[in-house]
Nanobody
Framework: QVQLVESGGGLVQAGGSLRLSCAAS????????MGWFRQAPGKEREFVAD????????RHGDSVKGRFTISRDNAKNTVSLQMNNLKPEDTAVYSC?????????????????WGQGTQVTVSS
């Protein structure tokens, strides 16, 4: 049974930082592309970042470039998202996801497994 469990969310002031983590089990972690998505109330799910199996290729969404950094530790089966200079518009539920392929076109449907999500709230 595949499980992805996020942690690290919370309430932070604008300009602050948070680090999200996702612990994976039940899958060959190093064989999966790992990604982060977010969804704010009333909005569509948005791509945040993804990282290739060996961590050699990384992509970030335009709205978070230069502020967020994705990383992974295949020895610990974890993927992390360092979020700096947070803005109120970053408020959302953040979910990690796993894909058996490297999506050429980044779409949520390319990711087979999803965590429950963790809430990030940024106050102004």
């Amino acid at each position: 049974q595949v499980q992805l469990v996020e942690s690290g969310g919370g309430l932070v002031q604008a300009g602050g930082s948070l680090r999200l983590s996702c612990a994976a089990s039940g899958l060959a972690f190093s064989s999966y592309t790992m990604g982060w998505f977010r969804q704010a109330p009333g909005k569509e799910r948005e791509f945040v970042a993804d990282i290739s199996r060996n961590g050699g290729t990384i992509r970030h969404g335009d709205s978070v470039k230069g502020r967020f950094t994705i990383s992974r530790d295949n020895a610990k089966n974890t993927v992390s998202l360092q979020m700096n200079n947070l803005k109120p518009e970053d408020t959302a539920v953040y979910s990690c996801a796993a894909s058996a392929v490297w999506p050429g076109v980044i779409e949520a449907r390319q990711f087979e497994y999803w965590g429950q999500g963790t809430q990030v709230t940024v106050s102004s």
